[in-house]
């Protein structure tokens, strides 16, 4: 049963984030073990978090723009697709999606 997997992973990870919240790998692992449950407000959070803590962490600031459009927080998702493009390297996939994405919503 993925759900009781995705739980349980859930678990394992707040639980890492206690013991270590300075970790942007566990609050990135946390984010998408969220919002595969279904978690998505908790998930934008963490994506948060693991990009405070790591600048390099564009897959963060991915998973939280496209997490933030999840939950329609259009705001929240424009401000973190602008980051990408301005930030990431021209050559960057996730530079590529956030310029694509600001293309379309204007």
Same mark, same amino acid.
């Given at each position: ?8 992973? &859930? ?7 206690v013991? #270590? ?6 609050? +990135?692992? *946390?984010? /998408?073990?969220?919002s ?7 998930a &934008? ?8 803590l #790591? ?6 600031? +991915?998973? *939280?723009? /496209? ?16 980051l990408?493009a ?11 999606a956030?310029?694509?994405?600001l293309?379309?919503?204007?």
């Open positions: 049963n993925k759900r009781a997997v995705y739980r349980q992973l &859930v678990a394992e990870y707040r639980a890492r984030a013991s #270590d919240p300075k970790d942007p790998e566990v609050r +990135f692992a *946390l984010g /998408v073990f969220q595969r449950f279904g978690d998505n407000l908790n &934008v959070e963490n994506f948060e978090k693991a990009w405070a #790591d600048h390099e962490r564009f897959d963060a600031l +991915f998973n *939280l723009a /496209v997490t933030a459009e999840t939950l329609k927080d259009l705001p929240r998702a424009r401000k973190a697709y602008k990408l301005s930030l990431a390297a021209s050559d960057n996939a996730f530079r590529k956030a310029e694509n994405w293309e379309r919503n204007r």
